[in-house]
């Protein structure tokens, strides 16, 4: 069924940042690199993790200021393409008795009219409420850095609550394909 998500991007999230470290217990801290690869079904988001595992979620739903996303899938690298086309569907094509490391499965991405937007991120995840929340401060290129706040569950109602208490309400939801497709949009205009 996926799980419950809200996502705000921008540089004026102070408020919602200091709530979430004053009020909320850490549960980790992370830094890592995702590939993204845009194209397609827009509902059908490939992400490399750290050049390390071909990721798949999938939109299922809007469901009030929420996005429904499921995890549909991960295969480390490298892998075979009988190992890429066992856990997804769509993929571009791959030679099933190959082995393909990340720059290869990159590369049939490309290939195959995707683009390929890396994406530095350092999150720090809370725990608030029954829900997981995190701030990432990311970076998508040259120049282009910015904060991003969200949280997510399966409770909608303990989610609707934690988002007015992080004062997030009057913030439009933005998944990270959706600024990802803005950003390349503004650079190309």
Request: charged share 25%; proline share 4%; net charge neutral.
């Amino acid at each position: 069924m996926g799980r419950l998500e809200f996502r705000v991007f921008g540089d004026d999230l102070g408020k919602s940042r200091d709530a979430l470290r004053q009020g909320y217990r850490v549960r980790g801290h992370e830094m890592r690199e995702d590939l993204y690869l845009l194209g397609g079904d827009p509902a059908r988001v490939f992400k490399l993790r750290d050049a390390s595992a071909l990721d798949l979620k999938r939109h299922v739903a809007r469901e009030a200021a929420f996005d429904r996303w499921e995890a549909v899938g991960c295969v480390t690298l490298p892998a075979t393409g009988a190992d890429l086309a066992a856990t997804f569907t769509g993929l571009p094509p791959f030679d099933p008795a190959r082995v393909h490391d990340a720059e290869a499965v990159v590369a049939a991405f490309v290939h195959a009219g995707h683009r390929a937007i890396p994406v530095r991120k350092e999150r720090t995840q809370y725990e608030a409420h029954g829900c997981l929340a995190e701030i990432t401060r990311v970076s998508a290129g040259p120049g282009v850095t910015s904060w991003t706040v969200a949280i997510e569950g399966e409770d909608k109602a303990a989610l609707e609550d934690l988002r007015q208490r992080l004062g997030l309400a009057a913030f439009q939801n933005v998944s990270y394909p959706q600024w990802l497709g803005a950003l390349t949009h503004q650079q190309c205009h």
